[in-house]
């Protein structure tokens, strides 16, 4: 009489057949889980068991990608400043329009960043615009504004010619950021505003003050 195989249970069939991840999935996983969590329990009140949990991996694992809850939470922030900091440079540096054409994509291209991501989107507002901004906010402040001066200074016509046009395009660039995190936090209170609405308001400020920085140049 033949042997018959051994009989598993569903758990030891699960684990057989589940396939191990490599490091960068793992990584999309948790960080993934960890905005979940900090989106709707604030960094207080996120715990790195629910964390694993939510990534259906062991709180060792994730602990083997990253130091602390702290360090989690700056690599979910540093990844969001990153996709929104592409996101800003691939428009403005679009070929083929002109300038006010490359203002509109790229605001335009933060709020669809701000519509399509939610969840990142209001965790970075959050900790630019809270009542007590952390030293990894204020990081990301400077970091923001450094990059998009940079960005707006690669237009030589920009304060071309003044004596302090680096001090001119931070400005310029606070301007910028001012004003889209400015909407985008009352656009969270007024889910039923049109982002067209939201796109034509920034760049009517923008695009003046961009204007207004060529012809002071000019004059």
Do not use: C
Request: aromatic share 6%; proline share 4%; glycine share 6%.
């Amino acid at each position: 009489m033949p042997s018959r195989p051994p009989i598993r249970t569903p758990s030891q069939a699960r684990t057989t057949t589940r396939r191990r991840l490599p490091g960068h999935e793992r990584r999309a996983l948790i960080l993934q889980a960890a905005l979940d969590t900090f989106a709707a329990n604030g960094y207080d009140g996120a715990a790195m068991d629910e964390i694993a949990a939510a990534a259906g991996i062991s709180k060792a694992v994730v602990y083997d990608h990253v130091a602390s809850k702290r360090d989690l939470y700056t690599q979910l922030l540093y990844a969001i400043r990153d996709e929104i900091e592409h996101t800003v440079e691939d428009a403005l540096r679009a070929p083929g329009v002109n300038g006010e054409e490359r203002v509109t994509a790229a605001v335009d291209a933060i709020y669809r960043y701000v519509e399509e991501r939610p969840q990142a989107s209001r965790l970075l507002v959050l900790e630019l615009q809270g009542a007590n901004v952390s030293a990894i906010g204020r990081e990301l402040e400077d970091r923001l504004t450094d990059h998009l001066a940079a960005t707006l200074g690669s237009d030589a016509s920009l304060f071309g010619g003044h004596p302090d046009r680096e001090r001119q395009l931070v400005i310029l660039a606070e301007l910028f950021k001012a004003a889209v995190l400015g909407l985008t936090s009352w656009w969270y209170r007024t889910p039923d505003a049109e982002r067209v609405d939201l796109v034509e308001r920034t760049v009517e400020v923008v695009w003046s003050a961009i204007e207004r920085a060529r012809a002071d140049v000019a004059v």
